[in-house]
């Protein structure tokens, strides 16, 4: 019995404390305590701690508490799209690629943003950051401007002084190669033996590649895509001018003005080596300037060889349609799944003149204010970055770019891959990739009546980019159209090209002789 007994006391025990349990009054959650969230990428050194800074002011003025989430730019897309996909757990505020935007905006997964027209103010923004806020030809804005990533051609100063090369003199494309040339010949070493390059840029393993090619693409009137008489895309990779473009950027391996060496490498690698000094010239971000004004305990570079030797911003070297630098950078957004209506006060307050400012001077990039820019066009250090934006460029913005820049990194790395080992260089290879890789982005933008350029019409404009003049024995050999397979069988005509060349060769020398 007294088993039972003590059964019976616990039951009842529990039953009552349910009881008084139920009828206790619970508080009510309020979401307005809850901290507004904002998901960033790596921009900079101590990202977190910068935005956070910025933040915290958001906080004393509204009196609601934020909380940054830093994404890994490896990361940044599958997570976002998930998150976006299923509307769980999204962020109040996240930071998108510029070439990002029409891809979520066309999926309807982030908010349009028209009804804050107004408060946001389009005409504070350069056009050509203001015009990556939307899909191409669509009114509905979707994002906010929040910096820009324009690449320039950075310099290290102690290494143009030494070897007397003034800015105006790497203004043109021949002037850079002279550059290059005038710095790679003078064989310099530093202190601990490294030898010192004069240009390098990463190859097939990077994932900045079509952002390398784009400048020397853009400065020659090539472009990646293009719209038909009818205003449709096509793929434009087999224009005259394209082609005339990436011949130019490819010269600089097939001169042996940059090692093959460096297309093992990727952004950082390379980058590391400029801030190391062992380079003169490399195109990259400009965040690289502002770093060398701070030591390395706030992230920077002042107390690196980079730091001590100085960068110096140059446009991008004129091609035949000038000089056209790429354009990148970052938007914010709200995801279309947030109810908060204080998540536009924070896009606001973020996207403001003032955090603009000191934001973008935290980092190194540059801001999207109009105004903003005109007191960095001040800076020295920046007036020519400020000056570039007239005439830089970015991506087209239609929702397909995200799988036509997948399709050129593979087109690139392929290029590459070919171009690692210079005895087995074939034009009718790169001829190859090209044609098969228009055809890809053809399909992908839903493009039927493209148009083949022969292998002939490719090498005329391939030798023109490239100096080469045709010999005066073969002004009568006329080459037809010659097909290409879709898929590579994994066999190389290289051999069979090579042997042939050496057969002419010897047959055309015999009879030289002979006639002697």
Known sequence: MNTIAKIVSIVTAIAISSLFAAKAPVAKHDPKQDPLTVWIMPNGASPQEKLEQRLNLFTKRTGIKTKVVVLDWGEAWNRISTTLSSGKDAPDVLQLGTTWIPYFASRGEIKALNPWLASIDSSRFVPVSWNTTHIDSDTAIYSIPWFIDIRPVLANKRILKKNNIQPEDVATFDGFVNAIRKVKNSRETLDDGTKVSAFAFPGKSDWNIPHNFAPWIWSNGGNFIEKDNYGKWRAGILSPKTIYGIAKYLSFVLDTLVSTDALQMNTAQIVQHFNAGELAFIVNTSEVIMQTRFDGAKGGLNNTRIGKDSVIALPIPT?????????????????????????????????????????????????????????????????????????????????????????????????????????????????????????????????????????????????????????RENRHIIEQPKPVAEVDSGFSSTPWIFAIAVLVGFIFAFNRKKKQ
Request: net charge negative.
């Open 319 to 471: 091609g035949t349609e000038g000089s056209i630098s790429f354009i990148g950078g970052s938007n914010l957004a709200i995801p279309v799944s947030n109810t908060r209506p204080e998540a536009i006060d924070l896009l606001l307050f973020l996207t403001n003149d003032e955090n603009l400012n000191s934001y973008t001077k935290q980092i190194g990039m540059l801001p999207t204010s109009k105004r903003v820019l005109k007191s960095w066009s001040k800076d020295p250090d920046y007036k020519t970055l400020v000056k570039m934006l007239e005439s830089g460029q970015a991506y087209t913005n239609i929702p397909e770019w995200g799988d036509i820049e997948q399709n050129l990194i593979l087109m690139f790395s392929a290029i590459w891959d070919h171009l690692e080992i210079p005895a087995l260089y074939s034009e009718e290879k790169i001829y190859e990739i090209l044609n098969n890789y228009s055809k890809e982005i053809n399909k992908r933008l839903n493009y039927k009546n493209a148009s083949n350029l022969t292998f002939a019409e490719f090498r005329t404009t391939w030798h023109k980019a490239l100096g080469i003049k045709d010999n």
